[in-house]
């Protein structure tokens, strides 16, 4: 990053945007333009190709580029001379992410970023690719011989650049001319997909396929749903690799939260950069898998990665940041890992500790074993696990306990508190350290996955405080997110707020305001929801290809208008879009919606069963459209009222990712609102349960013991 050389340089274009990202960018040598119309008119004007860059903060190599030719003068200049130069956070602007990744994977056979695309004045791409280094290494061009190529060919050979930008622009193109699948919807496809994924399993470290491995958090809850229909291995495919994942130095021990991936295929050595989107899906994983399987470690693991988000990821303000970097002091990595001597040294003094370790109190040689001993636990040695230093990690997690506790010479209860000491010690000296760089732009989508996965977390596990802070993150989106028409957008950084916002924000948000009021019963969230989903249908359906485009009706005319189908990192609009419609539909009758969600789920009905590690959401909306779904009416107050609560705990206690929630007292604003609470009748007074099935209900009940029998029925 190039802050520390900012004062040498004239700013740039750049320096006027409010990402992170693009004022990291800001005092390069490159005359950089942001997206937008005065740099494709100067392209025009002057007859010159577009050099399109696009990346994020958190990212390693994007980096590592910047300072070897967006800073170099030379390069610079070579850019300045042939090319009208465009900088592009893939987060604030998803939309040309997707076009032109779809080129580069079109023309490479791989995408990533840092991304660099070569472009006609009209937007059509002609030559791609990502990283390309200072000079010829690892099969790869150096960047100035790329320029210099482009550049030549640009004057001699303009009308195969025109030929080739025209072919590669039709191709990206084909996904958005997709149309709805003819063959039914049914539950072969989800038996499908479950085997496929089956057959990439890593049976001893989880996951699927090798490295680099992701988390797949969307994979993992479809086949959470896969283990609740009776699909053998199905849970433990999941728990394996939530135990491995919670072990390996992929989860932050110190500080709790998750690193973006692992690059090798135990879960140990990471790409260190954190992101909300990644953090926020775990930690409704985790929280859900602590339900389904009662392993409290789970729990723990769900609990820290909250604390995380709340301490280091949100504004003061209620909102919250979209990353943490990969790098400080300008190293990969620098800020997370250890020398021996540094674990050594905070395990002993937990040892020594007499407010930790009662039953006995080590000192000399004794302390020394034990914090070695510790310190071996956590997976370091003397020489380093990782590129000399240590990455803290559980690689046999509880496995080896025993032989840990042994060689300590301490007692187990003194043993686990004297780890769990160590790691706050840790973290306290890790403060210590020059932080790595926030990105803290506020995104819509991304936090709505945070605003869900708070509140799913804080009411199964009697954590009050995430339930408050989702609130809050909920509030500070729709009264700082939305432009003077009530139109959600996409960012908001230091008071100034950004585009219009995308089908996945239109969607993530929608699904959170519904999780808020099943949990707070609060109208007014869905109210909320319901107009966003409103917006949502009105503005990026398809009525005639099925689903929805990425890009709302409102938006500035792109070479195709992409439509986003697979679940990446982030659940694709469609998909969240096929989930919260149909939830809506099961708490108002409003067929409609769920009909526009479904068109979505027959776009990529075929790639189901065929790619379901890029489907997940998409599957596990499937499975809502194919299961019974429960529509359970809440008679009476949970907020005053204990019974109430009583039954509302007796849902919010279990995984049933197909049950559908409404409360409040009879007479009340949710039931002139909300169809399913209408006409909901007290029990002799006391708070009474209704449980449905397309709007037709069993008698009702007012203990929890019977709703949980009736929750449970075939």
């Known amino acids: ?69 967006f800073e170099d003068p030379v390069t610079a200049a070579l850019m300045n001379e042939h090319f009208v130069c465009i900088k592009v956070d893939r987060e604030e ?51 100035k011989r790329v320029l210099g190529a482009l550049a030549e060919t640009w004057r001699e050979r303009r009308q195969d650049i025109e030929s080739q930008g025209s072919r590669v622009a039709q191709g990206i193109g084909r996904v958005a001319a997709l149309r709805e699948s003819t063959d039914p919807l049914a539950d072969d496809v989800l038996r499908g997909a479950f085997a496929a994924l089956s057959k990439v399993f890593d049976p001893e470290w989880g996951g699927f396929g090798g490295a680099p491995k992701f988390p797949q958090p969307m994979t993992l809850e479809f086949l959470l749903r896969c283990h609740l229909r009776g699909y053998e291995g199905a849970l433990e495919m999941v728990t394996t690799t939530l135990d491995r994942m919670a072990g390996g130095g992929v989860y932050d021990h110190v500080a709790g939260g998750f690193h973006r991936y692992s690059t090798d295929g135990r879960w140990h050595v990471p790409h260190f950069e954190k992101m909300l989107y990644d953090n926020a899906q775990l930690l409704r994983l985790y929280a859900r898998a602590w339900q389904v399987s009662g392993n409290e470690w789970y729990r723990r693991v769900a609990t820290e990665t909250g604390e995380y988000m709340l301490r280091e990821m949100r504004h003061p303000s209620g909102g919250f940041f979209s990353s943490q970097d990969a790098d400080s002091e300008g ?26 370790v009662t039953d006995s109190q080590p000192d000399g040689e004794a302390t020394q074993r034990a914090a ?159 107009a966003l989903a409103d917006d949502l249908v009105r503005l990026f359906r398809d009525p005639e290809g ?55 789920l027959r776009l990529v009905r075929d790639l189901m069963a065929r790619a379901p590690s890029a489907t997940g959401h998409a599957l596990c909306a499937l499975d809502l459209y194919l299961s019974k779904v429960r529509e359970v009416a809440i008679a009476g107050d949970p907020a005053s009222d204990e019974e109430a609560g009583r039954l509302v705990r007796t849902v919010h206690r279990r995984f049933a990712p197909n049950v559908v929630l409404a409360g409040g007292p009879p007479g009340g604003e949710g039931s002139k609102e909300i169809p399913l609470l209408a006409d909901r009748a007290l029990i002799d007074g006391r708070a009474a349960a209704y449980v449905c099935e397309g709007f037709v209900c069993r008698l009702p009940v007012t203990e929890p013991e019977d709703l949980a029998a009736q929750l449970s029925a075939s």
């Open 1 to 69: 990053m190039s802050e520390a050389r900012s004062e040498a340089s004239e700013p740039n274009r750049l320096i006027h945007e409010t990402s992170p990202y693009l004022l990291q960018h800001a005092h390069n040598p490159v005359d950089w333009y942001p997206w937008g119309p005065e740099a494709l008119e100067r392209a025009r004007a002057e007859d010159r190709p577009v050099l399109l860059s696009i990346g994020y903060a958190a990212c390693h190599w994007c980096h590592v580029m910047e300072r070897e030719s």
């Open 93 to 143: 602007r998803p939309d040309l992410d997707a076009i032109y990744m779809d080129a580069v994977q079109a023309m490479t056979g791989s995408g990533g970023w840092p991304m660099t695309v070569f472009l006609t004045s009209d937007g059509r791409p002609f030559y791609a690719g990502t990283y390309f280094p200072p000079e010829d290494r690892h099969g790869l061009p150096a960047f």
């Open 331 to 356: 190293v990969e990595g620098r800020f997370y890992v250890w020398s021996w001597d540094e674990i050594v040294d905070a395990a002993a003094e937990a040892v020594s500790d007499p407010r930790y």
């Open 372 to 530: 070695e001993a510790i310190a071996r636990f956590f997976g370091a040695v003397p020489e380093g696990n990782w590129e000399g230093a240590n990455i803290v990690w559980r690689p046999f997690l509880w496995d080896q306990v025993d032989r840990s506790v042994a060689e300590s010479g301490l007692s187990r209860s003194d043993f686990e508190e004297a780890m769990d000491r160590t790691l706050q010690l840790l973290l306290q000296r890790r403060e210590g350290r020059v932080r790595p760089a926030t990105d803290d732009k506020i995104l819509a989508g991304w936090n709505g996955l945070a605003i869900s996965a708070l509140v799913e977390a804080g009411r199964a596990m009697g954590e009050p405080h995430f339930i408050e802070a989702a609130v809050a993150a909920a509030e500070f989106v729709l009264a700082n997110l939305r432009d003077g028409d009530g139109r959600l957008l996409r960012s908001w950084r230091e008071g100034r707020p950004g585009r219009p916002g995308f089908v996945d924000d239109q969607a993530l948000m929608a699904s959170a305001c519904l999780t808020l009021y099943e949990t707070t019963f609060d109208v007014r969230f869905f109210r909320e929801a319901r």
């Open 546 to 600: 099925g689903g929805f485009f990425q890009t709302g009706s409102d938006a500035e005319e792109l070479v195709v208008r992409p439509k986003e189908l697979f679940d990446n990192a982030v659940p694709s609009g469609n998909s969240v879009a096929a989930e919260v419609l149909q939830r809506l539909a099961h708490l108002t009758g409003e067929s409609e919606r769920a009909r526009a969600g479904v068109s979505a």
